[in-house]
């Protein structure tokens, strides 16, 4: 899959992985400006306009999770988050502040690329159809409009909440979908705290949908954050 | 005793003592005192003359408090001199000066200045007695001046009032005297003192003129000078001989005199102790005081009783050992202490009652010389007119006597009964021996007054009914005269007998309770090995014996003691106590001076909790407070003996247990300095192994000049990756284990479901597990698993890591199965296996399975999984399959679901 370059915005201080970043990812054809505080990050966001934003959560001069909130206020493309694993926290608060997708340090050009080719999709997504009618992944196919789902061309009975957490996951696909989020938007603001409503549910329908429960295709496990829906094969 | 004269040696004990003591002094304060032999002779001004002389060399000399009796030469020598204010005590309404002893403490300067040794402290200050002040400066580590007249000094006091016929209440003991480092004799002749007294120099004159007749007598202060002078010279001699003793120069080693002096009651046992003390004094002897508690001692009244124990203390305040023995006769007991003791002189005090009773009971002096071998005894004789020794007081009257009367007078009946019955068998005679049967059952179970009874009812109804004339109280025959007076001594000598053999078993069983509740105490202490928990069995163990409120106070790292808030009563219950910050105070006190404090004792005995330190051999432990609700309870000197007793065993246990606690603490010191060492060797060899290879390729391809091909460049960078992946690992494993080891592991606990898991690992190590076979086998309905989400897939994280590191090939199975109370999961692998008999030692810390094998991961792996097991409360273990391969196997405690 050859990669339509992208506008990117890396806000991260540390000088070796400021490098490391620009040497593979113009390598890869697309232009990376650098901001090495979160304040400079805010206002090259704001002059440069990138398709992508990269955010380190530790960043010198204020918190990476600020930075996210200021820049959801008005920012609506994808937002990537760099963590070290002493944060692991505030990656789920990021998710939450409204990152679409984490990495942890240290990572693999590779798996960044991959993220990248995501928040790519998703652009592209939001500029072409406003509303899908037809989610189609692997042998997985949902008609939002008929309210059905099959398998290899064979209806699939969903209870009304399995079908609205598979849809849910399914519209925000390659995204990062956080336990609370989930929550609150199949069963209600009430039911954030109530995790192990997800757990069963989501078991129930990985035993409808995928082939191997324990080594899902679509329904990928983010341990301690949440669920992804894979809209590429895993790997 | 004879002296042994042949060695010539100091005895290294006493060496060793007299080190401890001198090293002891230095870290105390100095004492000196101004000793004169009366008031007027000059002693403040002398005092007040050195402090000013201290100053002038630089000494930093403070004026505690000084009375100035209006004497102005002595007021112009306070001029230059920093005089503390004095502290203001309100009792009754009035304001009271007093030697502000916390203000001088506070201050802290090199010398104290305080006058009056002897002074009684007024109420509200924290000592009854001024010199408790002073020994609390010197232990303080201050130097004080001070001054004190001879008939101030506790041993010579009696002799001082038989001279001048004047009682001085205010005295000081005489260990404080014989402690001073340096004693100044400020001597005045007697016609000197006399004029300086008329011209009005030493009192006001209008008080001068009673003082004068009263004490001021010149034959008076003649004698007085001569004890003054004596008692310095004494010293002297002291200092002298121990002089001699440090430099071994003379033969005198003290000749072993040990004196005893036995004491009483009566009022002459005062005269005893100090005759006694001058006695061991002028021996340079050790001596003792005892008193025997014979049973019928045990009556005696309270007063008299109360008397007892104040000689006793007077004698311990003397420098005497005391010993309270118990026992039948009390020559007996004195004789066989002294036996023990090796005691040469035994002090015993003439007898005061009447003669005529000496011819039928000997007297304890005649008891005492008869069996005291070569033991000498000293008799001293009792004041003219002193009052005699109470009497015991007659058998307590019991309200319930009534019965044992009424019970002997019925025994008396039945035996009647019988003697009619059988009077036509048998002969009068026999009758009598019935009738005296009857008697000495009645003695032996009823006591004497019900006995004496049986007695007269018997000769009575013998006469009555079976001495001709019957029916009648005449006699006919003058023979059974003989028979009734013989059945009354009977009676009388056999109900003594009884009653002596009763209160002999009532004071047994005292003692048997005591050394029982002692062993009781030790055995339950030593099961515990925690302090608060044995503060707990002391308490307990008061309150079984005690009605009162009882805590024991436990000093924080900075030896401040804690105010436990709750004060635990008799009945269990722990009600609040209000320890208001004044009683923590006393208790603080008794912590730091390691000297009990509160009810009863010396230091602040208004209080009305007794404090009692929990002194230890090296160190004082904590204090326990006691709050009786009858403060009389305490004042019984066997109750507070036992009290003491069981505080100590505690406080040994105690010392025990921190001692143990110590040893402990250094020994896991070592242990963790030992697993530093490995963890670092360690280190250095896991990190620099791929450090070597990283800095190994890339410094290749930094110094290439085109000579590399393209396979070989890509050869060295996918080993930098691959390396710099195994020492991220590294850092993981290491970060991973720090934070779970370091203090409890804090889980967030989640409702888990196991293939989830099982998924996200899986998916992890999708890049190291391509290619092989991976066999998953968890069941759709496992339940849900309680655990911490990240520690649960580190957990399967690193058990699959290890299987695909330890079998290189072939497939790994993951097998989830529900147990009846527990989840456990497996996971195999094909490989060569665990090296056989190492099995359970994979969790160890840096434990691999080939000592320096090519694959490394520290051995830290294992060791975090049964870390994250083990913080859940589960089990895991490894071993080895029968087809070949490791299995491990961890299993989770299955708890229930929310709904």
Redesign the interface.
Known sequence: MSDAPLQLLAIEDDAQIQRFLAAALEAHGHTLTIAATGAEGLRRATLRQPDVIIVDLGLPDMSGLDVIARLREWFRGPIIVLSA?SH?NDKIAALDLGADDYLTK?F?IGELLARLRVAQRHLAARDGAPQEARITAGALTIDLGAHRVQRDGVDVHLTPIEYKLLTTLARHRGKVMTHRQLLREVWGAAHVE???YL??Y??AL??KIEN?????QHL?????VGYRFADEP?? | MVANTSDARPDPDELLARVRRETAQQARGRLKIFFGAAPGVGKTYAMLEAARKHKADGADVVVGYVELHGRPETEALLQGLEVLPPQNLEHRGIMLGEFDLDAALVRHPQVVVVDELAHTNHPGARHPKRWMDIVELLDAGIDVFTTVNVQHVESLNDIVAQITGVVVRETVPDRVFDAADEVELVDLPPDDLLQRLREGKVYAPDKSRHALEAFFRKGNLIALRQLALRATADRVDAALREYRDDHAISQTWAASERVLVCVGPDPLSERLVRAARRLATALHAPWHAIYVETPSLVRLPRAARDRMLQTLKLAESLGAETANLSGESVAHEVLAFAQQRNASKIIVGKPTRPRWQDRFRPTLVDEIVRFSGNIDVYVISGEAGAEPAPKPSRLPKRSSRWPAYAKSAGTTAAITVLCLLLNPYLERTNLVMLYLLGTVLAAARFGRGPSVLAAVLSVGLFDLLFVPPQYSFAVSDTQYVITFIVMLATGLIISNLAARGRRQANVARARERRASELYALSRELARSRDIGELGTILRNHLLTGLDAEAVVLLPDAEGRLQDPGRFCTRSGSEARYPVPGNDLGIAQWSYDHRQKAGHGTDTLASADAIFLPLNALQRCIGVLALRPKDAGQLDVPEQMHLIESLVNQTAIAMERVQLAQSAHDADVQVESEKLRNVLLSSISHDFRTPLASIIGAASTLNADTGKLDGTGRRNLIATIEAESRRLHRLVGNLLDLTRLTQGPVQLKRQWLALEEIVGGVLQRLHEPLAGREVAVDVPRDLPLVHADEMLLEQLLFNLVENAIKHAPHGAIEIHAEAMRDAISVTVRDHGPGLPPGEEARVFEKFHRGQVEAAQSGFGLGLTICQVIVEAHGGRISARNRADGGAELRFSLPRDEPPP
Not at chain 1, 212 to 216: H, I, K, L, M, V
Not at chain 1, 220 to 224: P, S, V
Request: proline share 16%; no cysteine.
């Open positions: 694993r692991e240290p693999g109530s995790p192990h757990r069963i989501m078991r990985r035993h191997e429960p324990a080594r899902p990928l496990t983010e341990i301690g895993a790997g």
